[in-house]
Nanobody, 122 residues
Framework: QVQLVESGGGLVQPGGSLRLSCAAS????????MSWYRQAPGKERELVAS????????NAADSVKGRFTISRDNAKSTVSLQMNSLKPEDTAVYFC???????????????WGQGTQVTVSS
């Protein structure tokens, strides 16, 4: 079964850290670039970070640069998002996404995870 399953979300205080993970199955993971998106209540889904198929190059939104890091392990078919110095405005549902090609800037694909909630609050 072709799927992406996220884990690692939760409640964290401002300034804290969380690590999200996404487990891929049912396809050749190392062929595709991967991304993390997020969607806050009442807002559109936004791109957080992307990484090429072999992990050599990554890109992140300006709002998270210096705080969030995307990485992948092709041997385990996983992609992760390390989130540090979290802020209340980072509160959202975070989604794992498979892009259509190998480069981090390739067009969006059609495979999404179910999402994991991240809440940053004191």
């Amino acid at each position: 079964q072709v799927q992406l399953v996220e884990s690692g979300g939760g409640l964290v205080q401002p300034g804290g850290s969380l690590r999200l993970s996404c487990a891929a199955s049912g396809f050749t993971f190392s062929v595709y670039a991967m991304s993390w998106y997020r969607q806050a209540p009442g807002k559109e889904r936004e791109l957080v970070a992307s990484i090429t198929n072999v992990g050599g190059t990554a890109n992140a939104a300006d709002s998270v640069k210096g705080r969030f890091t995307i990485s992948r392990d092709n041997a385990k078919s996983t992609v992760s998002l390390q989130m540090n110095s979290l802020k209340p405005e980072d509160t959202a549902v975070y989604f794992c996404h498979r892009r259509a090609g190998w480069h981090w800037n390739s067009r969006p694909g059609d495979l999404w995870g179910q999402g994991t909630q991240v809440t940053v609050s004191s």
